[in-house]
């Protein structure tokens, strides 16, 4: 693996477990404690998050709708994620509608209808 891949990679996942660790531990004044919380939720659930929600879903990729865009199913339903191209790459990955995948993202409400913004996503 080249080297700016490898620390592109783990800048990634550095901001993406910080969410979860800094919410611990000390939460008076001056803390800066970041309210919003990780949720691992179905795709129902999802549906009806505000925008914003920082969401964890576990399920398939089951179709490509357009560019960057990807219909993302569990046994509860479908919604559209976005994957960018470059993460992709960056984590050297490919997967088929039979690979089961856990997608990190947060929930992108736009004309009254979600989807997940994916900022990373890994084979299970």
Do not use: H
Request: charged share 25%; proline share 2%.
């Amino acid at each position: 693996m080249k080297k700016p891949v490898f620390w592109s990679i783990c800048f990634l996942m550095a901001v993406l477990s910080a969410n979860a660790v800094y919410g611990q531990g000390f939460t008076g004044a001056g803390s800066g404690t970041n309210t919003r919380q990780v949720q691992t939720v179905t795709v129902s659930q999802a549906k009806n998050l505000p925008d914003n929600s920082l969401v964890i879903l576990t399920g398939n990729i089951v179709q490509s709708i357009g560019r960057e865009k990807f219909t993302f199913r569990d046994s509860t339903g479908d919604i559209t994620i976005e994957v960018e191209r470059n993460l992709w790459a960056l984590l050297d990955l490919s997967v088929s509608a039979d690979d089961r995948v856990e997608i990190r993202g947060e929930i992108d409400i736009e004309k009254r209808v979600a989807e997940i913004d994916t900022k990373y996503l890994r084979k299970l």
